[in-house]
């Protein structure tokens, strides 16, 4: 058998959350991830900054192949530009925006890896801190 435990706690300005995932036996398993899925309408122009290294979200779909915006092995920091402020995120993760429109999804994913992510997994987990810092206006 299988398990997922997911935990979300509200704190000021946003919520804790993290995931814990075990199994009897190792599942060969090609990506364990949380995803965050953007509305092109909604986020194309929108900065994504990892550590401090921002990238736009492109308007125009990617070539086919070449859906791959921006990955990082060991991220610590993101931060996502949402119609309503910033979203921050925090922890230690594998990030990696991808424009799902070569798929003929109109949106992009932002999926933050679980640890391990991949291979025979027995165990794995993930911890993030969400805050939200709204727009001014």
Do not use: C
């Not at 999804?105 to 291979?119: E, Q």
């Amino acid at each position: 058998a299988a398990n997922l435990t997911e935990t979300v706690a509200p704190v000021d300005g946003g919520v804790d959350y993290s995931a814990a995932f075990s199994s009897d036996k190792e599942l060969d398993t090609n990506e364990l991830s949380v995803a965050f899925l953007l509305p092109t309408d909604s986020f194309a122009g929108k900065q994504v900054t990892i550590d401090g290294d921002a990238t736009t979200l492109p308007a125009e779909a990617a070539k086919k192949g070449e859906s791959q915006i921006t990955v990082k092995e060991e991220a610590h920091e993101v931060d996502l530009q949402t119609p309503t402020g910033t979203l921050t995120l925090k922890g230690t993760f594998k990030v990696l925006v991808q424009d799902d429109r070569e798929w003929g999804d109109p949106r992009y994913s932002m999926r933050l890896m679980f640890t391990p992510n991949s291979g025979a997994i027995k165990e794995s987990k993930m911890a993030l801190q969400m805050r939200l810092k709204p727009a001014a206006k």
